[in-house]
């Protein structure tokens, strides 16, 4: 189990190198993170209160910001995706 969150931080560190200014690299982390929580709803607000319950509020505004108006290229990150994914393809087609 370990070696998968380890695995996941390197992903999703990997992907940030895409997003410019390190403020939207939390954003990125903790939207990603709730997508993959086992929560009924996928929207920020449940997606905040169960990544830090004492803070919802705050951390609702953050992960909003990030999905709704921070600037960052689409392109850009799905390129990231494209260079972790593509080795990993390519392994397992030989």
Excluded: T
């Excluded at 992960?63 to 972790?84: G, I, M």
């Amino acid at each position: 189990m370990r070696e998968d969150v380890d695995d996941f931080d390197a992903y999703l560190n990997h992907l940030a190198q895409a997003l410019g200014h390190a403020d939207r690299h939390v954003g990125l982390k903790g939207y990603c993170s709730g997508l993959v929580m086992p929560l009924s709803r996928k929207s920020v607000e449940p997606m905040a209160a169960h990544i830090d319950p004492l803070h919802a509020s705050a951390k609702h505004q953050s992960l909003h910001h990030f999905v709704a108006k921070a600037e960052w290229s689409d392109r850009a990150v799905l390129q990231r995706v494209r260079e972790w994914v593509m080795p990993a393809l390519d392994l397992h087609a030989a």
